[in-house]
């Protein structure tokens, strides 16, 4: 929450993300004027446009105006007095599990919600407006991002359920899609197929686990210092830490994507079932698990030559962690040419440091 004393007037304005839910939801307002301190409880209620705070006291008023998914908080006591507001629907994230990481990679402590984060609960929701941004939420359920949200950004949240199909969903259209400092807990459900599916989101530190498949990315995604990690794999699950099923323009650089045995990869480029796979970087990453760890994009003799073009594997880490070989067979697989592969080493193991071949 930040908040400032308006000079003179004895006005405390506060900022919090209150989650906008149909039948009202209660906070608490603390208010204290000279040595006496009173708490009342006020309820905010929605009726799809304005919301309006009651409060049982006239000692203290309080309104709160939607804005979105967020709305502003406006409290008023006497010149003598301070007041505070905690949301009572609020939590912290848990922590999740996190491996032994090579230094200077992406990991739990500095992806996801940032420590000290109070986040406001509510359930499922879908947005329709542009420019839309979504702060300091808990979001118990789906997150869908509406064919008109253009630029809707996201941070400082938890999205998490085991119910979506993909916990944010943003193939209806929409483009500048920005997931910022968040996490994504899929809540090891396996019916589900993805943390986030679309086309032209940016995801900067976010921290996915206990999804089917970390992410389903295509045209126009930039994925950037975020860890993958801990998914939901069963003994038919064909889990990919980044599956890419077809791209014009996709970047993949500096995250942790691990992924554990039963796993498919950290990182497929599943040329077989796409028209176009083009453009693409996949650079300072580490990366460690699958049958392959990362599946290129063109295998000579099988896919179709003419759907490839400027694909690069350059400078990423692989690590040993799960499999001597980093993947159960090896680290790389369907790289032939026009494929570029340079600059990749071994990130721990009897080869650290030495260039994977």
């Known amino acids: 929450m930040r908040s400032r004393w308006a000079a003179g007037r004895g006005v405390l304005i506060a900022t919090a993300g209150v989650a906008l839910v149909a039948g009202g939801v209660s906070y608490t307002v603390i208010a204290t004027a000279n040595a006496d301190t009173t708490s009342i409880t006020c309820t905010r209620t929605d009726d799809g446009t304005t919301d309006v705070t009651s409060c049982p006291s006239n000692r203290v008023t309080a309104t709160v105006t939607a804005a979105g998914p967020t709305v502003t908080q406006t409290v008023t006591a006497t010149a003598s007095s301070t007041a505070s507001i905690s949301s009572a629907a609020s939590s912290s994230p848990s922590p999740s599990p996190s491996p032994?990481?090579?230094?200077?990679?992406?990991?739990?402590?500095?992806?996801?919600?940032?420590?000290?984060?109070?986040?406001?609960?509510?359930?499922?929701?879908?947005?329709?407006?542009?420019?839309t941004v979504i702060d300091s939420m808990e979001i118990d359920g789906c997150l869908t991002i509406g064919s008109t949200a253009n630029n809707v950004t996201v941070k400082n949240s938890l999205i998490r359920s085991k119910d979506c199909t993909w916990n944010i969903d943003d193939t209806a259209g929409a483009t500048g899609l920005k997931v910022i400092d968040s996490e994504i807990d899929g809540l090891g459900g396996t019916t589900g197929d993805a943390g986030i599916h679309g086309y032209g989101y940016t995801l900067t530190r976010v921290n996915i686990h206990g999804t089917g498949d970390?992410?389903?990315?295509?045209?126009?995604?930039?994925?950037?210092?975020?860890?993958?990690?801990?998914?939901?794999?069963?003994?038919?699950?064909?889990n990919d830490g980044i599956q890419c099923l077809g791209t014009t323009s996709l970047t993949i650089n500096h995250n942790t994507i691990i992924v554990k045995a039963g796993a498919t990869s950290a990182i497929i480029l599943s040329t077989g079932s796409a028209d176009d796979m083009r453009n693409i970087m996949i650079s300072n990453n580490l990366l460690g698990g699958g049958a392959y760890t990362v599946y290129g994009g063109y295998q000579a003799g099988k896919d179709v030559l003419s759907r490839v073009s400027n694909i690069q594997i350059l400078n990423n880490q692989f690590t040993t962690q799960i499999f001597p070989n980093s993947g159960y067979w090896g680290p790389l697989t369907s790289t032939s040419s026009p494929v570029i592969v340079s600059g990749n080493v071994w990130a721990d193991g009897a080869n650290a440091g030495k260039v994977v071949s």
């Open 100 to 131: 032994t990481l090579s230094s200077g990679f992406p990991n739990a402590s500095n992806t996801g919600v940032p420590a000290g984060t109070v986040l406001t609960k509510r359930g499922s929701l879908t947005v329709t407006q542009p420019n």
């Open 214 to 238: 970390g992410l389903k990315v295509g045209t126009g995604d930039v994925i950037q210092d975020s860890y993958i990690h801990d998914l939901a794999i069963t003994s038919s699950s064909h």
